[in-house]
């Protein structure tokens, strides 16, 4: 189970750290603290942890030294999700590049990050464990193999950036995720300059997805979107 998860929190700003760790041990999760770059590799080496909370900028220097620690690292050696305040593209995409599951913004709400945890330890351990490539929300069936989607046994068409964004919803069932965030891991910000593609492409997935049937696809106005099955006031078609 998730709870019983080792998580290493590095950053240097302390009243950060220990509401974050705080946080995560309300949760049930084992937690240490580091404040630097040093710190932290001295914990990953002493007891490696499952999940790893990592500031991009430490030690004071306003470089990215979290990217120096995080390229260190053994490919596939632990989960990690970075932290930064700086809503740099270029910084995102090296840290998902050097091995990055996930990444949040500061500041952030601490009950999105305590769930973009849960979420990424859930893959993790399912790419261990060597499970079925399939994602399920309800009687909504994503199989990431085949590319094919059900809902209620009836096959829905997706083009290919339909697939990709109920994908991303799907993988981060009962997370709202921004609009930016949507733009940043399915567009990967290729459009420049304001854009509604987000709120068009959710209209197409809910023409094809929730289309007479109880609604998966959510928005949570001024904040995002997020998948999560219907609760049982929802259960009647509408």
Do not use: C
Request: hydrophobic residues 45%; charged residues 25%.
């Amino acid at each position: 189970m998730e709870l019983s998860a080792r998580i290493l929190v590095v950053d240097d700003e302390e009243n950060v750290s220990h509401l974050v760790a705080s946080g995560l041990r309300m949760e049930g999760f084992e937690v240490t603290t580091a404040a630097s770059a040093d710190a932290a590799r001295e914990a990953i080496g002493s007891h490696p942890p499952d999940l790893l909370l990592l500031d991009l900028m430490l030690d004071g220097t306003g470089q990215p030294d979290g990217l120096a620690l995080l390229r260190a690292l053994p490919a596939d050696a632990m989960s990690v999700i970075v932290l930064t305040g700086h809503d740099s593209v270029p910084d995102r995409v090296e840290a998902l590049r050097a091995g990055a599951d996930d990444w949040v913004l500061k500041p952030f709400l601490l009950d999105e990050l305590i769930a973009r945890v849960h979420a990424v330890l859930r893959r993790s351990r399912w790419e261990r464990s060597g499970g079925s490539a399939t994602l399920r929300v309800a009687d909504l069936v994503l199989d990431e193999d085949s590319h094919e989607v059900t809902r209620a046994g009836r096959r829905i068409a997706l083009t290919a950036t339909e697939f990709e964004l109920l994908r991303l919803l799907m993988r981060n069932v009962h997370v709202v995720l921004s609009r930016e965030t949507i733009l940043d891991r399915v567009w990967n910000h290729r459009i420049p300059g304001p854009t509604k593609s987000v709120e068009i492409y959710i209209g197409y997935l809910r023409r094809k997805v929730d289309s007479g049937a109880p609604e998966l696809i959510h928005t949570v106005r001024g904040v995002g979107y997020m998948v999560r099955p219907p609760r049982p006031a929802e259960e009647a078609p509408r």
